[in-house]
């Protein structure tokens, strides 16, 4: 999977406009946002040129996907949510998708 970063800016280009004729589907999960929420980490497996790829994950945000693990966000735990989203896409089919 890819790290991408998605400037709060960037929402309505990336995810289209409050109604619903205007949305467009993305198949990401959202990961973590800074504190006041102008830019959000996202994971995806498709590649989008309108975000900014990630080699490393940036200082700055908190962790959102599941609170429960915590606020930190490191490699470490989008390792975690990786590994997670591979249990839920299918729960007895492991290697679960890599982070590379």
């Not at 830019?39 to 429960?68: H, I, K, M, N, R």
């Amino acid at each position: 999977m890819k790290l991408y970063k998605l400037e709060a800016s960037n929402w309505e280009t990336f995810y289209g406009g409050p109604e619903i004729k205007d949305r467009i589907e993305r198949d990401v999960v959202t990961i973590a946002q800074t504190p006041n929420c102008d830019a959000f980490l996202l994971l995806a497996e498709d590649t989008f040129d309108q975000l900014e790829l990630l080699d490393s994950v940036p200082t700055g945000f908190d962790f959102t996907y599941c609170q429960e693990w915590g606020l930190t966000v490191d490699q470490d735990v989008v390792d975690r949510v990786i590994t997670d989203l591979g249990k839920k896409a299918n729960p007895w089919e492991p290697p679960y998708p890599s982070s590379s």
